[in-house]
């Protein structure tokens, strides 16, 4: 009996933060438990001949740089549509006159609910059948299409960037006669911008990713994105599966700086939504 309340009052005397720590070494364990199951269940020689083949990788890296500023191109393209074209859907939602509020609604619930690579197809061939245009630039149909995808999410960040600046601050910028577009343009936005920066950047990393949607129109060679290199390299006889992490690794390049950058505006601005 004596034993069974030895133990008793051994669980007992066990802290909180004691607790924590021994939870945290059980998992781990059970983490390098798992690690160790993967690499000794691994067949490397395939590993090496198929995904980490530095004979491939060297044969598609001519073309990577090339791909990775179309990337980039398009990034900023379709980013500059859907910031200008956003910022416009935001006050359309805020504005006083009743249809722009319900054309601005039906856009974002539009554009929201159906996918980017419809809307790729759709700008990229339905247009120009449907009024005569012809897209000579591949950067055109990529801010264009992209762009309208990314406006409808960033007017949502942006308006609720524009709601949570003070009220007081609207009404001390009326009362000293602003007119009402001078506040919104002097005192509104450029709070809400700092306000909704982190979020923008993230916007920015998912543009990033969508431009691997534009293989669908039949690209020349010189206007390759990335993901396109990587899926030709893919197709070849000695490809295997490299070139999908030589484009991750191209990628990282982008992403990683960005998430980075969003990360330290996040701190600068108190982690305001």
Request: proline fraction near 4%.
């Amino acid at each position: 009996m004596s034993v069974d309340l030895s133990a008793s009052a051994g669980r007992a005397r066990m802290s909180p933060r004691r607790r924590a720590r021994v939870a945290r070494g059980v998992q781990y364990v059970v983490l390098l438990a798992v690690l160790g199951l993967l690499l000794a269940t691994a067949d490397w020689e395939t590993v090496g001949q198929t995904i980490f083949n530095p004979t491939s990788a060297a044969q598609m890296l001519d073309r990577v740089p090339n791909a990775f500023l179309n990337t980039v191109t398009y990034t900023l393209a379709a980013f500059a549509v859907g910031l200008s074209l956003g910022t416009v859907l935001a006050l359309m939602r805020l504005s006083s006159v009743a249809p722009y509020r319900w054309i601005a609604t039906a856009y974002v619930e539009f554009f929201r609910g159906i996918p980017a690579l419809l809307v790729v197809i759709a700008v990229g061939y339905a247009v120009p059948i449907a009024f005569g245009v012809a897209f000579t630039s591949i950067v055109a149909v990529a801010a264009i299409a992209l762009g309208a995808v990314a406006a409808a999410y960033i007017s949502e960040t942006v308006r609720a960037g524009i709601e949570a600046v003070p009220r007081g601050q609207v009404e001390a910028a009326r009362s000293l006669g602003m007119s009402h577009t001078r506040t919104m343009v002097q005192v509104v936005l450029p709070q809400a911008f700092r306000t909704v920066m982190p979020p923008l950047t993230n916007e920015v990393l998912l543009l990033t990713k969508d431009t691997s949607l534009l293989f669908v129109l039949g690209q020349t060679r010189e206007q390759f994105e990335l993901t396109k290199v990587g899926r030709d390299a893919l197709s070849t006889a000695s490809g295997g599966l490299t070139g999908l992490f030589v484009i991750g690794a191209a990628y990282l390049l982008i992403t990683i700086p960005l998430g980075i950058l969003a990360r330290r505006l996040e701190r600068r601005t108190g982690g305001r939504p």
